[in-house]
């Protein structure tokens, strides 16, 4: 059946169709047509977030943890250019949101009209595509087809771009619309060969290693992962984006790899004869100097984007696939459990003599790494929680217990400050049953944390962890160690209760709560637990000098991982 509506109406209409249940956004002129049909969509929720950064932001942790499509919208210029940072967050971690913006009359298009500015050649970089759209007939199909690029394949962010006098001119509607998209044809099958090939590694190796990413995740494969690890008894390390996906107390897991991965996971790989790399990247944090990586091992790297495979590490067994296919087809493929006893007590003495600890500081100040403890064995592992960027990341991925997928939610590959707080409300508004928890540094905390005025307006009552140690202090951490302790421009002076967060949160609506010393914890975080008709924050005042160990100095390598300033793992005793 054909509708003649609007441009505007048309596409208020498809995002219906296509299952949208909230947009995070903020209108204005070149948008605005779109904010008229908006606001009789019964079927589509409107949040006014404070800043387009926010949206974005929001999109992604609603995407993250719904495995839908997150949507976002802006206005031209400064509003579109403000989705920019989230747009690459979401391109480096393969998160799936649409951003629709409105773009000047397309007859002003190029002439440096107010509020212009070519968003779609600005983001082509960091979108994985992006549509201007300057006819209002067009905007039904664009639409289907930025959620299903957007969707399938490796996830990731799509813009549409819309200019006004599309959004006002007249069209006719129907649904759904022929998709035109002759070169996109995303493998998720693979190849049996090649899967005969690893198989093949895995029978003849003796330290194989299963270096698992968020691919995994994004396949919804943990349970296929688990079947494949009991299956075949190797041992398992999962990455930052991966955390959850295999369960941190099963006897098989070794943690978290890379620049402040444990002890036991980096010497694995290190060590390793073949290393099987699920919907990883073998980014530069995992592997630190690319030619000391892994010397002796061969690498099966599946992924579905073939773009990724040999791109750092040359694969020996290419994969390109879905990793939940893959995971299916090899433990078909496997024909025993292998024999690693040995491998097993190399990586039980690093288990055993390494384990992740940290300093307790003789003037009773509180231990930042304490305080992820007690959350931890408190909320527990059904919640989800959400990092921002910096040493209060590194010690939720390295202190909190995670068993199931999906249920840590950071920026991994951008490492974009101010990440928590936006994409907690965006997690929470896709999950409104679960509990969520924004565990965010004071440093990052002050880049948005004007979307807990969006939290308590719209009645989302996240609860954020600020871990307030007075600096930036990943860089005062480099600095320490790097720079001879000269504190260029880290102290945020919000020891000194500049700004105080307690007020701060009151100011918003919130519930604002304060904690200073370890005998305090457990009372606070139970007291924020049974809040749950407003945001709560709590600002936990930490050690200003607690660090983060282990540690790997970028562009270093490996086999110079730290455990403290000046200590190292003895690896040639375990040889």
């Known amino acids: 059946m054909t509708e003649r509506m609007t441009g505007a109406q048309a596409l208020v209409r ?23 049909p908006l606001y009789d969509s019964v079927k589509v929720r409107h949040v006014l977030v404070r800043h387009e950064q926010g949206a974005g932001h929001a999109a992604e942790g609603y995407a993250q943890a719904t495995g839908k499509v997150g949507v976002c919208m802006a206005t031209s210029g400064p509003g579109a250019t403000n989705l920019v940072t989230p747009l690459a ?4 971690d393969s998160v799936p949101i649409v951003a629709i913006t409105g773009q000047v009359p397309s007859g002003a298009i190029g002439t440096d009209a107010f509020q212009e500015a070519d968003i779609s050649g600005i983001t082509m970089p960091i979108t994985k595509h992006n549509f201007l759209i300057t006819d209002a007939a067009d905007i039904p199909r664009t639409i289907m087809e930025a959620f299903h690029i957007a969707s399938t394949g490796r996830p990731g962010p799509v813009l549409v771009d819309i200019s006004k006098d599309a959004l006002q001119a007249e069209t006719d509607f129907h649904w759904p619309p022929a998709m035109h998209l002759p070169g996109y044809r995303p493998v998720t099958r693979p190849h049996s060969k090649q899967i005969r090939e690893a198989a093949k590694l895995i029978a003849e190796c003796k330290r194989p290693v299963l270096y698992v990413g968020g691919g995994v995740h994004k396949a919804r494969a943990s349970a296929e992962l688990l079947q494949l690890a009991e299956l075949t008894g190797i041992p398992v390390v999962t990455t930052l984006m991966a955390r959850g996906t295999f369960p941190d107390s099963h006897p098989q897991h070794l943690g978290m790899p890379g620049m402040h991965g444990s002890v036991a996971a980096v010497g694995a790989l290190q060590k390793a004869d073949l290393i099987i790399g699920l919907g990883v990247r073998f980014d530069d944090r995992v592997t630190g100097q690319l030619s000391t990586f892994a010397p002796h091992a061969k690498v099966v790297h599946a992924d579905i984007d073939p773009a990724e495979i040999s791109k750092n590490r040359h694969a020996d067994v290419p994969i390109v696939g879905d990793c939940k296919e893959v995971l299916t087809d090899l433990i078909a493929a496997v024909e025993r459990k292998g024999d690693y006893t040995a491998w097993w007590q190399v990586l039980d003495h690093l288990k055993s003599t390494y384990p992740l600890g940290y300093e307790e500081f003789d003037d009773g100040s509180l231990a930042p790494q304490y305080v992820m403890e007690r959350l931890s064995a408190l909320v527990g592992p059904d919640a989800i929680y959400v990092a921002g960027v910096g040493q209060h990341q590194m010690w939720a991925a390295q202190f909190i217990g995670y068993e199931k997928p999906g249920t840590f939610i950071n920026s991994g590959g951008l490492g974009t400050m101010g990440f928590a ?40 009552p996240i609860k954020v962890a600020v871990i307030n140690n007075g600096n930036l202090g990943m860089v005062r951490q480099w600095q320490t160690l790097f720079y001879n302790e000269r504190y260029s421009n880290t102290d945020l002076k919000t020891l000194q209760r500049i700004p105080d967060f307690v007020k701060l949160a009151e100011a918003y609506g919130c519930v604002g709560l304060r ?19 407003r945001p709560v924050v709590i600002d936990f005042v930490v050690h200003q000098d607690a660090m983060v160990w282990p540690m790997v100095a970028a562009g270093t390598s490996n086999d110079d991982i730290k455990i403290a300033r000046d200590m190292a793992p003895k690896w040639e005793s375990e040889e």
């Open 515 to 533: 904690c200073e010393r370890p005998e305090d914890v457990d009372a606070v975080i139970k007291q924020a637990m049974e809040i749950d008709d």
């Open 89 to 92: 967050d979401a391109y480096m």
């Open 421 to 460: 707080v936006p994409a907690a409300m965006g997690a929470k508004m896709g999950r409104p049953d679960a509990t969520v928890w924004a565990i965010d540094g004071d440093g990052c905390f002050q880049m948005t944390n004007q979307e807990l005025a969006t939290c308590a307006i719209e009645g989302v």
């Open 14 to 36: 498809a995002l219906e169709h296509v299952g949208v249940d909230t947009v995070f956004g903020i209108p204005g002129g070149a948008i605005l047509p779109a904010y008229d």
